[in-house]
């Protein structure tokens, strides 16, 4: 009688598990039965350059030299470029030419933060110039600043 019972008890689980692929059973939503794929979404570049400059103009280190000190700030800046660079990517009306410079731009913010950490500037009575050679702020903010001027230069509309 073990066996009887374990058979039915098996049969019905076969069969549950058959109607629910039968039926088709999907969170999808589609009704043509194409599986929808979400692209996600990119704001336009009069945005993403609004958005940017935003954080340009608000993001900063003040007098704060320290290394480590302006991390979250450069970050902030980097993340608003990346998602312009994706904006630029997106637009079809001029060609990926004209984004060049702004490119090369994001390229070096890219250096920059590739560090992985704020270097921190120049320390009081220390020549700024030879700082750079050490610190990578200048290639974060100092290209942001260089694309916030190459943006209000070159608008797209």
């Known amino acids: 009688m073990g066996r009887h019972v374990w058979g039915k008890s098996a049969g019905a689980v076969l069969?549950?598990?058959?109607i629910v692929a039968a039926s088709g059973c999907s969170s999808s939503g589609d009704e043509d039965g194409k599986a929808s794929v979400q692209k996600p979404k990119t704001v336009s570049v009069q945005a993403a350059t609004k958005k940017f400059q935003n954080a340009v103009d608000t993001?900063?280190?003040?007098?704060?030299?320290?290394?480590g000190s302006c991390w979250e700030e450069m970050q902030t800046v980097t993340k608003s470029a990346r998602d312009l660079r994706n904006a630029m990517n997106a637009?079809?009306?001029?060609?990926?030419?004209?984004?060049?410079e702004a490119y090369t731009l994001i390229d070096e913010m890219?250096?920059?933060?590739?560090?992985?950490k704020d270097l921190?500037?120049?320390?009081?009575?220390?020549n700024v110039d030879?700082?750079?050679?050490?610190?990578?702020?200048?290639?974060?903010?100092?290209?942001a600043h260089d694309l916030y001027d190459w943006l209000d230069?070159?608008?797209v509309e």
């Open 15 to 18: 069969l549950a598990v058959g």
């Open 59 to 67: 993001e900063g280190c003040g007098d704060r030299m320290e290394p």
């Open 91 to 100: 637009d079809k009306s001029v060609g990926a030419d004209f984004w060049t």
């Open 110 to 116: 890219e250096e920059g933060i590739a560090v992985g």
């Open 120 to 126: 921190g500037g120049a320390s009081e009575g220390e």
């Open 130 to 143: 030879l700082v750079a050679d050490r610190s990578n702020r200048d290639e974060v903010f100092g290209s």
């Open 153 to 155: 230069e070159h608008p």
